[in-house]
């Protein structure tokens, strides 16, 4: 295991550039390697994996009015490249129009150096980018689904498609649930290197990294 320094503190992401932006997800849920099993994290351990947005759902759009942040879990094979065809995909696995409502078109099959995806328990977990100026926190880890392979629609595998809420779409609601005094600052746990939930299982996969 690779122990993991802080963030320490960072801010809520207030633009409109996540599309194409590389990210670092962080969570508590199951984790393990592309193509094995799950396990259990009954210590509460913190992992995390990195990918690419490839969609930005807008306000108003098909699924509903908070905006989303969309990635697919690559291995490098065109084959499970999910996004490479559709414009979204809903969560049932079934594709979904761009209609005005949806940023982005193809994907790139190429992998992140920390490739991964989301898993059971992870729901609530923050994903981070860099703008330049330090990790901001751009998403909330919502759900997943899998649409390369229907018999095994949420199993996080290869081809997987994460959504992640679009914090930039839902400050104003924020603020006003929760007042804050001049900048938001949020702390937060991680890293930008730590391996994903589903990792690749190819000969040059790295360890898990945890945070102590």
């Not at 670092?24 to 994290?41: F, K, P």
């Not at 979204?88 to 920390?114: E, R």
């Not at 006003?176 to 391996?195: C, D, K, N, R, S």
Request: proline share 4%; glycine share 20%.
């Amino acid at each position: 295991m690779n122990s993991v320094a802080g963030f320490g503190t960072t801010k809520r992401y207030a633009g409109s550039s996540e599309l194409g932006m590389s990210i670092t997800v962080l969570g508590t849920g199951l984790s393990g390697e592309a193509g094995g099993g799950l396990d259990a994290n009954g210590s509460g351990t913190v992992f995390g994996f990195t990918n690419t947005i490839d969609r930005v759902v807008l306000l108003g759009g098909p699924y509903g009015s908070g905006g989303l942040l969309i990635y697919d879990f690559d291995n490098g094979l065109a084959s499970k490249n999910s996004l490479a065809v559709s414009a979204a995909y809903d969560a049932f696995g079934q594709p979904v129009g761009g209609s005005g409502n949806i940023l982005g078109s193809g994907s790139s099959a190429t992998m992140t150096s920390l490739e991964g995806t989301t898993a059971l328990g992870d729901s609530g977990g923050p994903a981070y980018a860099d703008f330049g100026n330090g990790p901001e926190l751009v998403g909330i880890v919502s759900w997943g689904a899998n649409p390369t392979e229907p018999g095994n629609l949420y199993g996080s595998g290869y081809g997987d498609v994460g959504y992640l809420m679009r914090v930039s779409a839902l400050n104003g609601w924020i603020t006003g649930v929760i007042p804050e005094p001049g900048t938001f600052m949020m702390a937060a746990a991680g890293m930008l290197g730590f391996l994903g939930k589903r990792r690749r299982t190819s000969a040059d996969s790295q360890e898990k990294a945890t945070v102590p």
